[in-house]
């Protein structure tokens, strides 16, 4: 029988290094101070780490490119590090106190050719994931999502308008990659399987030009969920420094994109506003979308359209309307003036050929240019213009559409830390036209957590599943609270109506009573256009969120001062919930309202599940003590399933 020796040497850090001679196997350990978590290092075929809490596992990565005979060494700042002979892996400590023990794993660089991968175990059985990128097919929790080295940037694919580097798990532990990283990332791909893999390249859409870059990263690790994502909003994400404009939240945003798409005029949008006024709605504003300009990128009224702007909006606010009016980061090439006025200031997004061509949804290839908004130049020159609009044509605000990074030409060259790149320049259009005002809303965001805008959901399909459909509009409210965006503002009600398939009477109610709890109404269907009981219904729900408002305001205060999320997943209020954290198709409006809506095609009832607490229903004031399942809960088309917790208080 061999017996295994073990050889312990404490260091100032807590190093312990057990070395079991002839045994399989070597395990390092090293032990931060004033910190429970280890981390235990393991050879096989491949290196890994594992966090640990005692005997507990709590999460276990696979360093994918790394020699194997590596050795965990002591450093003489109290961290400790890894090398191979060619690469350095550091584990610093942050924050080790209140129960949250924070650290950064970082290499000291990647060269080019190279792309380490580090991937952290996902199919546990019993632990969900949140977080991650909003998707066009975006199942919660996340670890269904599947990528294979897949750029993380905004980017029209996929809808990836929010793309925060941020996950969080059920245990209480977060990953968070590092901006100056060019992060790629695998999840369930072929040898990944189980996994999400993240790693480092140089390559497009980042830097290629990078002689080195860097991967580094951030995990922490709480007593649950919910203190493991507070505690990142405080360190990494932020929080918003004011919130959107009131008027938004209470009364319905009308848009002209989804029943009218470009075919937009004076008189259509006179005509449109009658119909909202004779059929007894309110709203927030009048929005005029897309093909009001002269050509795209012009930002003056086409005159054969709008004969007279200023008229238009001046008659439209008599009628009690706002107006506000689409715009996009884009000049396309038969824009022939503000074209050339564009390009020989330097105000366009240039290859490093030299070229500014690229393309968008209204543009042939090579016949559109995307501004340079990593240019102060070009933040003033577009502000400029946009003023204009309002004091000139009477435009109140802007629905600011685009912006994810891959609308600029392939190999962009663009001002900033070249490590930051090409992130910067959607950080840099969100911040330029945040300056306008409390009623603006974009589409994209990176790292602008702390604007008082809206961000909209990106367009949803007029369907009920997973492919774009209604059930997306929940998880995509719920990942874009988590990525530190509570102002959300979701995508017209029954959807976009593309591929010549408008909504039906039941899609549309039932978008319209998915929206309720959410901060805001936008509507381009209307209710008219089917009959007389979905006019009623839409009233009596459009009502329901308008009572709401200041509850809703109450949390868009709370999230400027906590930066808690407006609209949280049921996990929130019972973050060991096991059943709350897999639950996608309920929601919360702060933590006192449960939202239930039904979003299966044809049902008129539905399985609903209450975590603990006292609840009444809002439709039969039934009050149910919780955790409890309510099956078959009868939900015709005119109802929404709804709770309120015993003891609200709406301000």
């Not at 938004?248 to 006024?277: C, G, H, N």
């Not at 690229?358 to 290839?365: G, L, V």
């Not at 774009?468 to 109506?497: E, H, K």
């Not at 398939?501 to 381009?524: D, G, I």
């Amino acid at each position: 029988m061999k017996f295994c020796a073990i050889i312990v040497v404490y260091l100032s850090a807590c190093f312990i290094w057990e070395a079991a001679q002839g045994c399989q196997s070597i395990d390092q350990r090293f032990k931060f101070p004033n910190s429970d978590v280890y981390i235990r290092l393991h050879r096989g075929s491949k290196l890994q780490y594992e966090l640990m809490k005692g005997s507990k596992s709590l999460q276990r990565v696979t360093l994918d490119n790394f020699i194997t005979s590596s050795n965990l060494e002591a450093t003489s700042t109290g961290n400790f590090k890894l090398s191979d002979g060619t690469t350095t892996i550091e584990f610093s400590l942050i924050m080790a106190t209140n129960g949250i023990t924070h650290l950064r794993v970082s290499r000291n660089q990647v060269l080019r050719a190279t792309q380490p991968r580090d991937c952290f175990a996902l199919a546990t059985g019993y632990i969900h994931w949140y977080g991650g990128a909003e998707q066009k097919e975006h199942y919660w929790p996340v670890e269904r999502q599947k990528y294979t080295n897949f750029s993380y940037v905004p980017k029209e694919l996929g809808n990836m308008g929010v793309a925060e580097r941020y996950w969080l798990n059920s245990e209480g532990f977060f990953l968070y990659v590092d901006k100056t990283t060019p992060l790629f990332i695998d999840q369930h791909a072929v040898g990944y399987e189980d996994q999400i893999c993240i790693s480092a390249l140089i390559s497009l859409p980042y830097d290629q030009r990078l002689e080195t870059a860097n991967f580094s990263y951030q995990l922490g690790i709480a007593k649950d969920a919910k203190a493991a994502h507070m505690y990142a909003v405080k360190t990494l994400l932020g929080k918003p420094t004011g919130y959107p404009d009131e008027r938004m939240v209470q009364y319905p945003v009308w848009s002209t994109w989804a029943l009218y798409k470009a075919e937009v005029t004076d008189e259509v949008v006179r005509d449109f506003a009658k119909q909202i006024l004779d059929n007894g709605f309110k709203n927030s504003q009048l929005e005029i979308d897309d093909d009001w300009e002269d050509c795209y990128g012009a930002l003056t009224f086409r005159k054969n359209k709008f004969p007279d702007a200023k008229k238009l909006t001046d008659d439209l606010k008599l009628l009690g309307f706002r107006v506000t009016l689409w715009i996009h980061p884009f000049i396309n090439n038969n824009c022939t003036t503000i074209y050339e006025t564009a390009k020989s200031s330097g105000f366009l997004v240039l290859d490093h050929e030299g070229s500014a061509h690229t393309q968008w949804w209204n543009s042939k290839p090579n016949d559109a240019a995307y501004l340079d908004f990593t240019k102060r130049t070009v933040q003033e020159w577009f502000t400029k213009r946009l003023k204009r609009l309002q004091t000139e044509d009477g435009i109140d605000s802007f629905k600011f559409d685009a912006g994810e990074s891959s609308w600029v030409p392939k190999d962009p060259v663009l001002q900033g830390d070249a490590h930051e790149l090409p992130l910067q320049i959607t950080t840099d259009y969100l911040r330029t036209v945040a300056t306008l005002g409390d009623m603006v809303e974009v589409r994209s965001a990176q790292s602008t957590q702390d604007l008082p805008i809206f961000v909209r959901i990106v367009d949803k399909d007029s369907e009920w599943g997973w492919n774009n459909g209604l059930v997306t509009l929940i998880t995509s409210l719920l990942q874009m609270n988590l990525n530190g965006y509570p102002f959300v503002l979701p995508d017209m009600i029954g959807g976009n109506g593309y591929n010549e398939r408008p909504p039906t009477k039941e899609l549309f109610l039932r978008w319209l009573q998915a929206n309720v709890f959410m901060p805001s109404l936008q509507f381009s269907f209307v209710p008219w256009n089917f009959d007389n009981e979905t006019i009623q219904i839409s009233k009596t729900f459009t009502e329901l969120h308008a009572d709401y408002t200041p509850y809703i305001m109450k949390l868009f205060k709370r999230s400027t001062e906590s930066g808690e999320p407006v609209n949280a997943p049921l996990w929130w209020i019972a973050p060991n919930d096991a059943v709350a954290q897999i639950i996608y198709d309920e929601f919360l409006l702060g933590d006192d309202i449960i939202a239930a809506p039904v979003v299966v095609e044809g049902a008129t009832k539905r399985d609903i599940y209450l975590p603990v607490g006292h609840w009444t229903d809002g439709n039969t004031a039934d009050v149910y003590k919780g955790p409890i399942w309510l099956m078959d809960y009868s939900a015709p088309l005119n109802t929404l399933p709804y709770f309120v917790r015993v003891g609200f208080k709406m301000e």
